[in-house]
């Protein structure tokens, strides 16, 4: 687990009947919205990506944080509690221009 200011990263999965209420842009509209209330609270969480696998019924996130209670805070807060955070040594990302 991260300490400190250092940021680092999260892999939170939730199996997609758990959080199939409603569409999954409402749920990270809530997500970011919840990681900017708990940032502002002083413990800096942010949503960096998401990813949907329809036929495994799973969604993920990545979160950048210095503590895992901080990602589950958020996701906690949403609605949407984790069914799984690991900390991800290493996450890269690109963008498709």
């Keep these: 687990m991260e300490t400190g200011n250092t940021v680092g990263r999260y892999l939170v999965e939730w199996f997609r009947p758990a959080i199939a209420d409603e569409p999954l842009d409402r749920v990270v509209a809530r997500l970011k919205d919840c990681a900017t209330s708990v940032s502002s609270a002083g413990a800096p969480v942010t949503l960096l990506a998401t990813l949907s696998v329809p036929t ?38 690109w963008s498709e221009t």
Excluded at 76 to 81: E, Y
Aim: negative net charge.
């Design 56 to 93: 495994d019924e799973v969604v993920f996130a990545v979160f950048g944080s210095s503590s895992e209670r901080g990602v589950l805070d958020v996701c906690q807060m949403a609605g949407c509690p984790a069914q799984r955070v690991t900390a991800a040594a290493e996450a890269q990302f």
